[in-house]
């Protein structure tokens, strides 16, 4: 099994940066997509940024594209999300996730499913003060 940690949440100004780690035991062995999902109150959870392990390519969300970074470490053992320019409506909590899809090149259509995903780590929460 793949566990997750999430880790890095908190309360940041408009406009500055926060950075979100996850690490886990299994990426690459037995997830091949990880990515980061946030629900903000009374809105359903939906995909940030997702990445493929192998070729780590990294795909995102229109809402945080250009502002939001998603990567893992060499040793495949770390995703991080670099958030920049924060902005109150990311203000929500955020999960990281760990999933295998069948063939890679479904990574970038299929890494926005939560469906997609079988593992979870807790929840991180962001609050963005204005």
């Known amino acids: 099994d793949v566990q997750l940690q999430a880790s890095g949440g908190g309360l940041v100004q408009v406009g500055k940066s926060l950075r979100l780690s996850c690490a886990g035991s299994?990426?690459?062995?037995?997830?091949?997509?990880v990515g980061w999902f946030r629900q903000a109150p009374g809105k359903e959870r939906e995909a940030v940024a997702w990445?493929?392990?192998?070729?780590?390519?990294?795909y995102y969300s229109d809402s945080v594209k250009g502002r939001f970074t998603i990567s893992i470490d060499s040793a495949k053992t770390t995703v991080e999300l670099q958030m920049n320019g924060v902005e109150p409506e990311d203000t929500a909590v955020y999960y990281c996730?760990?999933?295998?899809?069948?063939?890679?090149?479904?990574?970038?259509?299929?890494?926005?499913?939560?469906?997609?995903?079988?593992?979870w780590g807790k929840g991180t929460q962001v609050t963005v003060s204005s």
């Open positions: 996730a760990a999933g295998r899809v069948i063939n890679e090149w479904l990574i970038e259509r299929a890494g926005q499913r939560a469906v997609i995903y079988k593992y």
């Open positions: 299994g990426f690459g062995t037995e997830a091949n997509v």
């Open positions: 990445l493929g392990v192998s070729d780590t390519s990294a």
